[in-house]
């Protein structure tokens, strides 16, 4: 009745923002991602019959505001009529500043769940599991290139290219480590219901997904460069848009697209994207990593600058 679960967070190439059906958390749009390799989270669960009620230790800090979307997940894996669970979450990285802290999370507590109560779901099972806790937790269930594709009254997600194939790295340029103002869901309620640009957003996604499948079937760098900065640029143009405006960049998030302009203007083969959150990545060939790590490390205001390499999907671990 315990097992233990690792996963790492997904950055968003071909990005989602706006639910569909916001009581299951299904996307409005689909997207692609790619899975890290040196960030994770991991994530143990044991069910106890003496326990009283849940309980949730997030990096050594009981965390209770957590706890409900913890327990609703548990419910959903192992039924309502489970035994009270201990779970213990640590992550290697910022939570809650828009580095996908939670998509890692309840990728590794789906798994850990499935495997602590020997429900024995399909991976496709967990990850649909995984994203109505967490829109974009379903895609950490997998590794490498993942597309999610809407698939009428669920989600289908599978493998475009492995980490091994197409093996690029992903330099993160952390500007802020603080917990954002607002969290995505009520930023997405917002741009659904105020943004002017928010229906035009949804009409371009089929043709982005598009561009970026054939870039990846190409190991093209430079058609994924282009449509994955002109998506996250959209992306963000909706929020800037709303009432009141979603704006999760600072002034380093800014100094740190100049420097990646000036890195492209140079030769380098590097773009940027930027989730809900003020963290910068910069994807790049791995040859150039360090030199983007350089880079970025120069910018006034970045905290910290972390390199990963593309990785695998959550998986069960040994119990430490």
């Known amino acids: 009745m315990r097992a233990t679960a690792k996963a790492q967070p997904n950055i968003a190439l071909v990005k ?17 991602s790619i899975t890290l390799a040196d960030l994770h989270t991991t994530m143990t669960v044991e069910f106890d019959d003496s326990l009283s009620g849940d309980t949730l230790v997030v990096n050594d800090d009981k965390n209770d505001a957590m706890l409900p979307r913890v327990s609703r997940c548990l419910d959903s894996v192992a ?11 640590d992550s290697n990285f910022p939570i809650a500043a828009g580095l996908a802290s939670s998509a890692s999370a309840f990728a590794a507590l789906v798994l850990a769940a499935d495997a602590a109560a020997g429900t024995g779901y399909s991976r ?29 009254d669920d989600i289908r997600l599978h493998e475009l290219c492995t980490a091994r194939d ?11 480590s603080a917990p954002k103002p607002v969290s995505s869901t009520v930023a997405m309620e917002t741009s659904r219901e105020t943004s002017p640009f928010y229906d035009r957003w949804i009409e371009q996604q089929e043709a982005d997904l598009a561009e970026a499948r054939a ?42 697209m100049e420097a990646v302009r000036g890195l492209q203007a140079a030769g380098r083969a590097v773009f940027f994207t930027i989730d809900a959150g003020p963290q910068l990545k910069a994807v790049c060939q791995p040859a150039d990593a360090e030199h983007v790590r350089e880079t970025l490390a120069r910018v006034g205001g970045v905290e910290q600058v972390v390199v990963s390499g593309l990785g695998d999907g959550a998986r069960v671990v040994a119990d430490d």
């Open 16 to 32: 989602y923002w706006g639910k569909r059906d916001s009581e299951r958390n299904l996307p409005a749009v689909g997207s692609i």
């Open 79 to 89: 039924g309502a009529g489970r035994s009270f669970a201990s779970v213990t979450s």
């Open 166 to 176: 197409w093996p690029l790295a992903v330099v993160v340029a952390i500007t802020a």
């Open 215 to 256: 870039a990846i079937a190409e190991r093209s760098f430079e058609r994924l460069a282009a449509v994955a900065e002109h998506n996250c640029l959209k992306m963000h143009s909706v929020m800037w848009g709303s009432r009141p405006p979603m704006v999760f960049w600072n002034s380093t998030t800014l100094a740190c």
């Open 124 to 152: 496709d099972r967990l990850a649909s599991l995984a994203g109505q806790a967490s829109g974009s937790a379903a895609r950490s269930l997998f590794g490498g290139f993942v597309e999610l594709e809407n698939a009428g």
